[in-house]
């Protein structure tokens, strides 16, 4: 099986291009993310505060997460039987994403179901620790970012679309913070593997962006677009 590793910060479009990508390539899309980003939602829900272990831990077994696929080939995460696909994009679960994140026992918890599709399939798998600790061994990591201000830009569109009205400057605030905690954490710091090559996206468009990262993965795979 091959693997390709894309790591990056908050914003910096992980999802939408190693999505995009899969499709190319017509590997599986595993968003690890939306992993994380379940289990905080579980707790905002239960009115939790997310940076307490004596409250998420004894949570986890009592959660049914599961990770399938539309007729579309879409990654969708369900929680306890409901599609949450959408309530776990909200801004609110960002932190309480990042706050569960931080703590070695959710990720624990979470590494053989990320680790079990590789093993089962030809994987783009994104993340923050994915290069670096999930698959160390994979065929191909790619460090993705871009600056602050084009990420938040990036993200503060994304929000409008979806009719949140935030203003940029929270959404950049948000992001700052979210930086901070991400590389900051004890358990899996983000951090680009000493092994990846580092893509900075600030000056690109998605295509262009998507372009270079497809040509990372034929260069260090020989695997040529499937489409």
């Known amino acids: 099986m091959i693997s390709v590793a894309i790591d990056g910060p908050s914003g910096a479009g992980k999802s939408t291009i190693s999505r995009c ?10 968003d690890t993310g939306a992993l994380y980003r379940t289990i905080g939602l ?14 998420i831990l004894p949570m986890l077994p009592e959660l049914n997460i599961e990770l399938k696929y539309n007729e579309n080939g879409e990654q969708r995460m369900y929680l306890d039987g409901e599609d949450v696909s959408s309530d776990i994009r909200l801004p609110e679960i960002s932190m309480c994403a990042s706050n569960v994140s931080a703590m070695q026992e959710v990720r624990n918890f979470l590494t ?9 399939y030809n994987v783009i798998m994104d993340g ?9 061994d994979a065929d191909v990591k790619i460090f993705l970012t871009a600056s602050l201000e084009a990420r938040a830009m990036r993200r ?13 400057e929270e959404v950049m605030e948000d992001m700052k913070m979210r930086d901070y905690q ?20 600030s000056d690109y468009d998605f295509d262009e962006s998507l372009r270079r990262v497809c040509g990372i993965i034929s260069e260090k795979t020989g695997i040529k677009a499937a489409n």
Do not use: C, H, W
């Open 21 to 30: 990508a899969a499709k190319v390539f017509g590997f599986i899309y595993v």
């Open 42 to 55: 579980a707790a905002f829900r239960r009115g939790y505060d997310t940076k307490d272990k004596s409250l």
């Open 112 to 120: 053989d179901m990320q680790r079990g599709m590789a093993k089962k």
């Open 128 to 136: 923050r620790d994915i290069g670096t600790v999930i698959l160390p």
């Open 156 to 168: 503060y569109k994304e929000l409008l679309e979806k009719g949140v009205n935030d203003s940029f």
């Open 182 to 201: 991400d590389t900051n954490r004890a358990a899996a710091p983000l951090a680009a593997a000493v092994d990846a090559v580092t893509l900075d996206t």
